[in-house]
């Protein structure tokens, strides 16, 4: 008998983990609170419940990927009208959370998937829609080693590269500096074309000399903010994104509020995290993060 799967939250990211966990064989129930998720994943195939709580209570496990950390403790501990997932499941099911949420939010939800007898892992992703299509998501896990093991199968189908950081939350917690360190890397290279260009130099005389030098990382080399030197970067197609401006200001959020809870002074990435909100409240949010340059641009010239 294949190992059923609860996919609660079918959006962006969900409905195609979920379309390629059933295409892996296993038997996947979804629900999401938004009709026309619901739709577009029946159309994909994906069989609907009526509730969160009918699919989890068939499931030997239940994957969430929801926008915050409240939606998954509504979801986990029901709401009126909707009873809890965590309720609903059969003893020991094991619940695999690949929201990306509060290093807290997630400490909380492994509290709350215990008391009520079950198993839980944290399991941010890396990667966006085009990964998740394409299963090869980054999975950062967070949780004991044994459920680790016993979620690894199912988070092999919809990742390429899974990953277990530790404790229960350490998967958020590598998430939230992995994109903290990419915020900041951004804006610096972004802030260094700028300077380069204002100084004489062409982006490309700039891009050859850093990629092969020091200053080589992920946002020059593979997300380049300007367009020319690295083809596949958002740049070349008007900043489409890629990864969000909205969804780099969300994360930088959860990192200060990280940096809030254990007292680390990180100056460049609370700096970068004004900057990311900034942009975009000013117009940005739907734009790749690595549009930054264009803000940099303007409060240049002004
Ligand atoms: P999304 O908004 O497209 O999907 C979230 C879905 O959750 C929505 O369809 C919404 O209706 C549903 N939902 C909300 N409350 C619910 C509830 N109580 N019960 C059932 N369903 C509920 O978001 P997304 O782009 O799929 O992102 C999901 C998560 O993945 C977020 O935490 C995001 O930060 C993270 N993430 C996204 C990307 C990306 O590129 N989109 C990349 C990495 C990580």
Request: net charge negative; proline share 4%; glycine share 12%.
């Amino acid at each position: 008998m294949s190992t059923s799967v609860a996919f609660i939250g079918l959006g962006n990211m969900g409905r195609p983990m979920a379309v390629n966990l059933a295409a892996a064989g296993y038997d996947v129930t979804g629900f999401d609170v938004f009709e026309g998720a619901r739709d577009a994943a029946a159309a994909a195939g994906i069989t609907i419940s009526a509730t969160a709580a009918d699919a989890a209570a068939q499931a030997d496990v239940v994957i969430t990927m929801l926008q915050n950390g409240k939606q998954v403790h509504d979801v986990y501990t029901g709401t009126e009208g909707a009873p809890g997932v965590l309720a609903a499941a059969k003893p020991d099911t094991l619940f695999i959370d690949c929201s990306t949420i509060a290093v807290d939010d997630a400490i909380e939800a492994h509290r709350l998937a215990a008391e009520a007898g079950h198993r839980n892992v944290d399991s941010p992703v890396s990667g966006g829609v085009v990964g998740a299509t394409a299963g090869t998501l980054a999975m950062m896990v967070g949780g004991a080693a044994a459920d680790f093991e016993s979620a690894k199968p199912v988070l092999t189908v919809v990742g390429g590269r899974v990953v277990h950081c530790g404790k229960p939350g350490a998967g958020q917690a590598a998430k939230v500096c992995n994109n903290m360190l990419l915020a900041v890397s951004m804006i610096a290279v972004s802030e260094a074309f700028v300077l380069g260009e204002s100084l004489g130099l062409t982006d490309e005389a700039l891009f050859e000399v850093a990629s092969n030098a020091s200053g080589q990382c992920w946002a020059l080399t593979t997300n380049c903010p300007v367009p020319g030197p690295v083809p596949a970067s958002p740049a070349n197609r008007d900043f489409a994104p890629g990864f969000s401006t909205a969804l780099m200001a969300k994360d930088l959020g959860l990192a200060a509020a990280a940096l809030q809870s254990t007292g680390v002074d990180a100056e460049l990435g609370t700096m970068a995290g004004l900057i990311y909100s900034r942009f975009a409240e000013s117009g940005g949010a739907g734009l790749d993060f690595s549009a930054i340059i264009t803000e940099i641009r303007a409060r240049s010239a002004a």
